[in-house]
């Protein structure tokens, strides 16, 4: 497609619901990334892929949050045993056919997850 | 540690006034700068970048923005505001060595009067 594309939307669950979020990048893009953004605040780094591999977690918050990209292109992040404190939009970017530092991150509409 | 800080979290122009955001930055090694912009409902869409060379770098929609290593500043500068301008504008910070993480601002919101 033309750009990043993440489904749902919107997604509402009730605490303690499992969610999955999926992210389609830029075909060909090489570099994927998973942001969380809190109502009021910039965008917080939760993990990046390049290719299958996934390269840094450091930002995902507690283990109940999973990202996987098994084949390289669709990612998924998963949030298991959804907290309210999960409520933010879960933004995702992609970058790089050839995974440079200087590749610029192009950034999907983002998932506005809210939970009750 | 690194940091963005944006200081003006509310910013309100009147439409063909210029426009200046703030931008500080915390970051140990040669930084990577940008500035996003995000409408409502839109995703991130990259304004402009700085990695290195001219200070003083051009983007998309008239904007530019000025690297000051001395004052770790990345400000971002219009001299016209369009009411099309009326958005959130995020300054991220990213680095040479850890690249696939960006540090965001928290934002600052542009109102534009007409």
């Known amino acids: 497609g033309a750009g990043v594309s993440q489904s749902p939307r919107y997604k509402v669950a009730k605490r303690g619901q499992d969610v999955a979020l999926r992210c389609d990048p830029i075909?060909?893009?090489?570099?994927l990334f998973w942001y969380q953004q809190a109502l009021g605040q910039g965008p917080e780094f939760l993990t990046y892929?390049?290719?299958?591999?996934?390269?840094?977690k450091s930002g995902l918050p507690s283990d109940r949050f999973f990202a996987e990209r098994p084949e390289g292109s669709v990612s998924t992040l998963k949030i298991q045993r959804t907290q309210q404190e999960d409520s933010a939009v879960y933004l995702c970017?992609?970058?790089?056919?050839?995974?440079?530092?200087?590749?610029?991150?192009?950034f999907g509409p983002g998932t506005r997850l809210t939970v009750l | 540690a690194q940091s963005v800080t944006q200081p003006d979290i509310h910013i309100t122009v009147s439409e063909g006034a210029s426009l200046e955001l703030r931008c500080n930055y915390s970051?140990?090694?040669?930084?990577?700068l940008f500035w996003y912009v995000q409408s409502p409902g839109q995703g991130l869409q990259l304004l402009l970048k700085?990695?290195?060379?001219?200070?003083l770098v051009q983007g998309i929609k008239g904007f530019e923005a000025e690297f000051k290593r001395s004052q770790s500043s990345f400000n971002l500068r219009k001299p016209s505001v369009h009411w099309s301008d009326a958005a959130e504008y995020f300054c991220?910070?990213?680095?040479?060595?850890?690249?696939?993480?960006?540090?965001f601002g928290s934002g600052t919101k542009l109102n534009v009067k007409p």
């Open positions: 970017a992609s970058s790089g056919k050839g995974g440079q530092a200087t590749d610029t991150q192009y």
């Open positions: 075909s060909g893009h090489v570099s």
């Open positions: 892929f390049q290719n299958e591999a996934q390269l840094d």
């Open positions: 970051y140990g090694a040669t930084p990577y």
């Open positions: 700085y990695f290195s060379g001219d200070t």
């Open positions: 991220a910070v990213g680095g040479r060595n850890n690249f696939n993480k960006f540090y």
